[in-house]
């Protein structure tokens, strides 16, 4: 496995070079009515560095371009939702289409996600650290 350092490293340089796919949707979730928490984005976690995190809902958000279409990466994002799953978050995916077409969409599924359901009041979240 990678160390720590060299993942942390890895996501800094990706939190630099973010694609226009990926400012678009961060500008996004800032907007996002989540009052005591907030998404993280390219966090690494266990041996995958994933694009943007909620802690307080161990939620992941993965943004797929089209070569997420090929089939050896579609092996390894598959491979590596399951592993995640496993470790209790829960991976949802959109493609970059999906951002530039129907950002409102995307960001009601995200509340949904997070909140429960459209209608739910957005009530303050906490990060609680599991050990």
């Not at 996501?11 to 973010?18: E, F, M």
């Not at 939702?81 to 209790?88: D, K, N, R």
């Amino acid at each position: 496995m990678v160390s720590t350092a060299i993942r942390r490293a890895a996501a800094k340089k990706l939190r630099a070079n973010t694609t226009p796919h990926e400012r678009v949707l961060w500008r996004a979730l800032k907007e996002l009515p989540i009052e005591g928490t907030h998404f993280r984005r390219q966090v690494p976690i266990g041996p995958y560095i994933v694009d943007f995190f909620c802690p307080a809902k161990r939620l992941i958000i993965e943004l797929d371009g089209g070569h997420h279409n090929d089939d050896a990466t579609a092996k390894h994002d598959s491979e590596r939702q399951a592993w995640l799953e496993q470790e209790g978050y829960r991976v949802i995916r959109f493609w970059n289409s999906d951002v530039t077409c129907d950002l409102k969409a995307v960001m009601e599924r995200i509340y949904m996600e997070v909140h429960g359901s459209l209608d739910a009041e957005a009530l303050p979240l906490k990060h609680h650290r599991r050990r």
